[in-house]
């Protein structure tokens, strides 16, 4: 992928393949087009006016950009939880669990709603805590619970890929343990993709790493990927290296 906004160029050619069943971490200073990247994974990045790219996106094989795609089927297959929790705040805990479906043109009975409603609570590790106040509304909850909300809202359309940007960067380090515990729970059905600029957090969570930089007055590009471990023990890139032990960024 290469990326525009406006005639300002942001990403060169980036390739990288996120393996289904497991989590990739985009790591690199702030800047480098980790956001962007990600953005374009879902066709968001076409909602800015002055944004372009080129490339290809694909999901097992099919490009989501294929003219003959509707947008709503790569937002369906390809979900985002953002940086500060965004659940719809006047509406209850059940309806922002449901809230996609309407979007997706996806019909439910009752039943069914209310088991969605009960799995997807469940799968983002929140169900205990609200299963008593289903129809309290979403803002109600506290910062990390509302986060784990917007990850119920996301599975309800049953993604294949959940994006996750930067999505502890707003939370204490309790809430930051259970969503990633959740995040682990989830990567057997999901493949998840996480933007962080925590290097513990890449350690913790994530199998496949990616490290971006934009070196003065150039877009950014992919340095290194590959094993998690493997890059924090033995980067190959000296630029690596120093950006793991933290020494710039
Ligand atoms: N809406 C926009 N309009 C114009 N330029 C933008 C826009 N969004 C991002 N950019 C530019 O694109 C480049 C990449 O930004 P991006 O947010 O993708 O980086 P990032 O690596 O995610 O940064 P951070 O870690 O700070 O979130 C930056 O130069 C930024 O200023």
Redo the contacts with the bound molecule.
């Keep these: 992928m290469s990326a525009w ?2 005639d ?1 160029q ?1 990403l060169d050619r980036v390739s990288l393949t996120m393996e289904a069943g497991i989590i990739t971490s985009l790591i ?12 374009i994974l879902n066709r968001m990045h076409e909602l ?1 006016p ?2 372009s790219l080129a490339g290809e996106v694909l999901l097992d094989g099919e490009d989501i950009y294929d003219p003959t795609r509707k947008l709503v089927e790569a937002r369906k297959h390809i979900g985002m939880v953002f940086q500060k929790p965004n659940p719809f705040p006047a509406q209850s805990i059940y309806d922002n669990v449901v809230a996609g479906l309407k979007l997706t043109g996806t019909r439910v009975s009752r039943e069914e709603k209310d088991a969605l409603v009960e799995s997807c609570l469940t799968k983002a590790g929140l169900w205990k805590e609200v299963k008593d106040r289903l129809r309290a509304p979403g803002a109600g909850l506290s910062g990390g619970q509302q986060q784990r909300l917007c990850i119920a809202r996301s599975l309800a359309v049953r993604p294949r890929v959940l994006l996750m ?2 999505p502890c960067s707003a939370l204490d380090p309790t809430s930051t343990r259970v969503i990633e515990e959740t995040m682990l729970e989830l990567a057997h059905e999901v493949t998840i993709v996480i ?1 962080t ?1 925590n290097m513990q957090q890449a350690q913790r969570v994530s199998q496949q790493c990616a490290f ?1 930089l ?1 070196a003065h007055g150039t877009p ?1 590009a992919i340095v290194e990927h590959g094993d998690t471990d493997a890059m924090f023990a033995d980067p190959i890139d000296p630029r690596t290296f120093d950006y793991v032990n933290g020494r710039f960024g």
């Design positions: 906004f406006g300002h942001v690199g200073p702030s800047g480098c087009g980790k956001s962007t990247f990600l953005r800015v002055s944004a940007d930067e933007v600029h971006f934009a950014g």
